[in-house]
Nanobody
Framework: QVQLVESGGGLVQPGGSLRLSCAAS????????MGWYRQAPGKQRELVAV???????HYADSVKGRFTISRDNAKNTVYLQMNSLKPGDTDTYYC???????????????WGQGTLVTVSS
């Protein structure tokens, strides 16, 4: 079984920064994409940023230039550096990973439990 454990959420003032971390553990053979999504109560979960195994990254337009996603493949960990935070960034942030678990080898897609980010003065 594979688990994702997130950390780094909290309360920050507008214009401030936070760094989220998400570590995968368990029966992992390989991880392809790792990403961050966010969701507000009553709204659909939306993509924030995703990074492939080779480091290619894609961002939502709303966070381009402010957020940076990175990963450490040796540690099966993905990070999200969030700068110039705005009140509109207030959400629960979820980590996601897909790849191959096992043995025996099988496709997996896993979600973290979520970490709350609150941007407020």
């Amino acid at each position: 079984q594979v688990q994702l454990v997130e950390s780094g959420g909290g309360l920050v003032q507008p214009g401030g920064s936070l760094r989220l971390s998400c570590a995968a553990s368990g029966s992992i053979f390989s991880i392809n994409d790792m990403g961050w999504y966010r969701q507000a109560p009553g709204k659909q979960r939306e993509l924030v940023a995703v990074i492939s195994f080779d480091g290619s990254a894609h961002y939502a337009d709303s966070v381009k230039g402010r957020f940076t996603i990175s990963r450490d493949n040796a540690k099966n960990t993905v990070y999200l550096q969030m700068n110039s935070l705005k009140p509109g960034d207030t959400d629960t942030y979820y980590c996601n990973a897909d790849g191959v678990g096992g043995p025996p080898p099988e496709y997996l897609e896993v979600w973290g439990q979520g970490t709350l980010v609150t941007v407020s003065s």
